[in-house]
């Protein structure tokens, strides 16, 4: 009798260790495309990523670089004040995306120009995205709004 209770120990222990290692290795295999990093468009034009990295970027709609293409592509350049980035977005732009607002845009860095599949935009007049914040900081042109 005690040797089945040993056994039985033994193969939930063993089952356990398994279902641990299925867990780890499953958001493993996901966490690549889960986690999408944010960077600024300094950050981009120092280090450009390579082009299979889908990641964030984010800073001002850079003035007078807004360009609507034929049909819904779009180019514009992000900056941050210290280096502007080229992106182009095909697809509906939120409402309240403008020259010279905050945005925050999600694709690939291809050939000198941020290929975006996102693009998200403040959602009142006050809004800007931590992460821009913080880049436009760093910068050292950020202002307070209302201020």
């Given amino acids: 009798m005690k040797g089945l209770k040993k056994q039985r120990r033994i193969q939930v222990i063993v089952l356990a260790v398994v279902a641990m290692i299925a867990a780890f290795s499953a958001f493993y295999i996901a966490a690549p495309d889960a986690l999408q990093f944010f960077r600024s468009p300094s950050e981009v034009a120092d280090a450009p990523p390579p082009p299979t990295e889908v990641f ?38 939120p409402d309240l995306f403008g020259e010279g607002e905050g945005m925050v845009g999600t694709g690939r ?36 709004p209302n201020g």
């Fill in 56 to 93: 964030r970027i984010g800073g001002l709609v850079e003035e007078g670089t807004l360009v609507r293409g034929q049909g819904e592509t779009v180019t514009f350049s992000v900056t941050d004040g210290g280096a502007s980035i080229a992106v182009s977005y095909t697809g509906v732009l």
């Fill in 109 to 144: 860095y291809v050939d000198g120009v941020f290929e975006a599949s996102e693009i998200l935009a403040r959602h009142d007049e006050t809004y800007m995205p931590a992460e821009v914040i913080d880049a436009l900081k760093e910068q050292g042109v950020y202002q307070e």
